[in-house]
């Protein structure tokens, strides 16, 4: 086992380049994300946000740059690829559960299958989890018995089962119907309280105000602006973040 890099950022990509054939999507990203960090991704839509999210996971390659989570670099393939993984969650708007498991096997399969936990441990665990997202009570349902903020925070619940070093959101809130946002929405600034690394993509701009340490706004697949949110939203530099506040603020 390696040792933790405690001095390494959390998240570190380095002139990182990504194109969809002569698209040029992600374009030499630089960014650092300290241990315990909340960034929220925020920008117009085809910026590169879910792309950025999903490099970071390996769920896409890159094609120039490097890319590192606790000081070790993203593997290509094999084992190294299940341990990254695990050790960063990623939640997507859609809930991706499994239809024909209950929400306990859902938050259960990992743990045992990847991290080889005996089920009984791996059972305790998930119910804890379940408790801290708020839905134990709906454990020994099916995901189509819940609604959709209930099937989120069990996706939330699955994701943090594996224990990540690092928690990847996209735009987990937006497939949701709104009286549903706010509860979702809780239990990630619970768990930002509670120190865990995030890069959350949202149009969610109370989220962003109230639980970011720091806001990046992309804009064609740039890191356009890298500041507080307090900064961002008081005070954009760029053109492209004033026009991108004057149309979210206006709706
Ligand atoms: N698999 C793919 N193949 C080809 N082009 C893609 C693919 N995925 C994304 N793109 C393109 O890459 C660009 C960036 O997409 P991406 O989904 O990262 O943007 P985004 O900022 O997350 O947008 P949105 O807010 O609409 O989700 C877009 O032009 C998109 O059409």
Redesign the pocket.
């Known amino acids: 086992m390696t040792e933790p890099n405690t001095t390494a950022p959390m998240i570190r990509l380095a002139a990182v380049d990504k194109f969809?054939?002569p698209?040029h999507?992600l374009k030499q990203i630089t960014l650092d994300v300290p241990r315990g960090q909340v960034v929220v991704v925020l920008?117009?839509?085809?910026?590169?946000?879910?792309?950025?999210c999903r490099a970071i996971n390996r769920l896409e390659p890159i094609d120039a740059g490097r890319i590192e989570v606790d000081g070790s670099p993203l593997p290509a393939e094999g084992k190294d690829l299940a341990r990254l993984r695990a050790e960063v969650g990623m939640v997507f708007q859609s809930f991706n559960l499994f239809a024909h498991k209950t929400i306990l096997e859902n938050v259960t399969l990992a743990p045992v299958k990847v991290r080889k936990l005996p089920v009984a441990q791996a059972r305790k665990t998930a119910l804890e989890l379940l408790e801290r997202v708020g839905i134990a009570n709906q454990a020994d349902k099916y995901p189509a018995q819940l609604s959709g903020g209930q099937q989120q925070r069990a996706a939330i619940a699955r994701a943090l089962a594996m224990r990540p070093k690092v928690m990847l959101f996209d735009?987990p809130t937006s497939a949701l119907d709104p009286e549903m946002v706010q509860e979702v929405l809780d239990v990630m600034t619970a768990l930002a309280a509670d120190g865990m690394t995030m890069l959350v993509?949202t149009h969610e701009m109370g989220f962003a105000r109230k639980a970011a340490h720091r806001v990046i706004f992309?804009s064609d697949?740039e890191v356009v602006e890298d500041s507080t949110p307090s900064e961002f939203f008081t005070a954009p530099k760029s053109g492209r973040a004033k026009d991108f506040l004057g149309k979210i603020l206006t709706h």
């Not at 920008?43 to 950025?52: D, I, M, N, V």
């Open positions: 969809f054939g698209l999507v920008g117009p839509s085809g910026s590169g946000k879910s792309t950025l735009e993509v992309m697949g």
